[in-house]
């Protein structure tokens, strides 16, 4: 089945810890896009990537890091350096098909710092 | 940056019940997009529509670019429909809005 798929869906992590979340896509979808979600609010943009080897920052980028070596894969690592960390992190992944930019989102991943 | 809002931020349905979801772009986007998520976290993309209006069953989307606002109506609510609404815009840096958390009572 052609999806997104984020691992694990739960993550425990103490301070001071960094922790890398997965997020892959068989979608053959060239851009892709790490989101944060605090309880009761919105989506905020940390990292998004067009195309292979090239990442942009978002609006929260600070404490986190990104790399896209390869066309499915987009990790993101929550670095010791984010004080906030504890969120709903989620995956997504588009393409430019006749006009449309739809995005499609992984099921995500819940970070605990503990 | 761009600001979005959405109205009203909570609404209680009984089942049924048609509604209007609303949602202001303090300036003009592309790439508008309506998701749902689910209570479990899923979010699924209803409409693409940086203009004009589309429909898929019982869901219609409307966007009226000039004015920098999109409307989303639920026609005959079902309890499956609850969760959060969300708009979007803005292209790869995308901007969502708060959400609209919706109920539908059985």
């Known amino acids: 089945d052609g999806g997104i798929t984020q691992s694990p869906k739960y993550l425990f992590r103490k301070e ?3 922790v890398t979340l997965s997020c892959e896509q068989n979608l053959n979808h060239d851009a892709m896009y790490w989101y944060r ?5 919105g989506l905020r943009l940390i990292y998004y990537s ?3 080897n090239d990442f942009q920052k978002g609006d929260i980028a600070e404490g986190y890091s990104v790399s896209r070596e390869k066309k499915e894969s987009f990790p993101l690592t929550v670095t010791s350096a984010q004080k906030n ?3 709903f992190y989620l995956c997504a992944s588009s393409i430019r098909d006749r006009g449309t930019d739809t995005q499609y989102f992984g099921p995500g991943t819940r970070l605990t710092v503990l | 940056g761009i600001q979005v809002e959405q109205s009203p931020p ?3 349905l009984q ?3 048609n509604s209007t979801l ?5 300036d003009s986007v592309n790439n508008l997009q309506w998701f749902h998520q689910n209570p479990w976290g899923q979010l699924i993309n209803l409409f693409y529509i940086p203009s004009g209006t589309k429909q898929n069953g019982r869901l219609s989307a409307t966007t009226v670019a000039t004015e920098r606002y999109s409307l989303l109506y639920i026609s005959s609510s079902q309890t499956t429909d609850s969760g959060v609404y969300f708009c ?3 292209g790869f840096k995308t901007i969502f809005g708060a959400g609209t958390r919706l109920f539908v009572k059985a």
């Open chain 1, 85 to 87: 960390p504890t969120a």
């Open chain 2, 22 to 26: 609303r949602c202001n772009f303090s």
């Open chain 1, 37 to 41: 979600q605090d309880p009761g609010q």
């Open chain 1, 16 to 18: 001071g810890q960094n």
């Open chain 2, 15 to 17: 089942e049924g019940a």
């Open chain 2, 88 to 90: 979007a815009g803005g």
């Open chain 2, 10 to 12: 909570d609404l209680i």
């Open chain 1, 50 to 52: 067009q195309i292979v």
